[in-house]
């Protein structure tokens, strides 16, 4: 049975790390492509950053970029993503999902290409 469950958000201070996790069960996991979304309350989700099936190719949108880092091991089926210098504005729930591609281009985002979803894992930050 496919499966994809994120785990690690909680409640944190601006200006502190976590952390977040995802388990893929089920699915040839080093094939694709995976990535964070995240959605606050009252806005539409959006895409946070994506890696291909290997390490070497990583995209981030630009409120992320140079504070938070996509990671995958494919040898434990997971993937990672840390959060670090987190603000206010980052507080969202975070969502893991595995792309029907195996590499992020520079349109990655669009969540029809990503048909494996996890339900998510509430990361809200505090001033």
């Known amino acids: 049975q496919a499966q994809v469950v994120e785990s690690g958000g909680g409640l944190v201070q601006a200006g502190e790390s976590l952390t977040l996790s995802c388990t893929i069960s089920g699915m040839a996991f080093d094939d694709y492509a995976m990535a964070w979304f995240r959605q606050a309350p009252g806005k539409e989700r959006e895409g946070v950053a994506c890696?291909?099936?290997?390490?070497?190719?990583?995209r981030y949108t630009k409120a992320v970029v140079g504070r938070f880092r996509i990671s995958r091991d494919n040898a434990k089926n997971t993937l990672y993503l840390r959060l670090n210098s987190l603000k206010v504005e980052d507080t969202a729930r975070y969502f893991c999902a595995m792309s029907m591609y195996g590499s992020c281009g520079v349109d990655w985002t669009p969540e029809s290409d990503f048909p494996y979803w996890g339900q998510g894992t509430q990361v809200t930050v505090s001033s």
């Open positions: 890696i291909s099936n290997n390490i070497y190719s990583e």
